[in-house]
C-alpha cells in the first residue's frame, strides 16, 4: 500500500505563494496520474490540478494561470506551486493518483491546512 504525506501548508495572506508537496512511499507512484484535490468546510472534495507520469498537465477553471504542478519521479514526490492566492482557495489540500479514470487507487493522507486570510 501506498503511503501519501502531504506538507507544505500555512496561513497566507491574499496574494502570497505556498509550495505543497506529496511524498508517496512506493516507486508505483511514478506510473501513475497524480492529482492534488481540495476540500473546504462543508463542501465536497474538489480536483485542483493532475499530472500525468509524461508531465501533461490538467487545471481547474478556477486555479488556472495560479497554480502549477509538478513531479520528480527520482524522489516520487508531487508539488503545487501556488500563488495569487484569494480566501476561496482555503481548503484541506490532499495528493492521490488514478490509473486515468479519475477513480482515486490509494488511502487518503492526512491532507494538509492552507488558509488565506483577505
Known amino acids: 500500500q501506498v503511503q501519501l504525506v502531504e506538507s507544505g501548508g500555512g496561513l497566507v495572506q491574499a496574494g502570497g505563494s505556498l509550495r505543497l508537496s506529496c511524498a508517496a512511499s512506493?516507486?508505483?507512484?511514478?506510473?501513475?496520474?497524480m492529482g492534488w484535490y481540495r476540500q473546504a468546510p462543508g463542501k465536497p472534495r474538489e480536483l485542483v490540478a493532475d499530472i500525468t507520469p509524461g508531465g501533461g498537465t490538467n487545471y481547474a477553471d478556477s486555479v488556472k494561470g495560479r497554480f502549477t504542478i509538478s513531479r520528480d519521479n527520482a524522489k516520487n514526490t508531487v508539488y503545487l506551486q501556488m500563488s495569487r492566492l484569494k480566501p476561496e482557495d482555503t481548503a484541506v489540500y490532499y495528493c492521490?493518483?488514478?490509473?486515468?479514470?479519475?477513480?482515486?487507487?490509494?488511502?487518503w493522507g492526512q491532507g494538509t491546512q492552507v488558509t488565506v486570510s483577505s
Open positions: 512506493r516507486s508505483m507512484f511514478r506510473l501513475v496520474r
Open positions: 492521490n493518483g488514478d490509473w486515468g479514470s479519475r477513480t482515486t487507487i490509494f488511502s
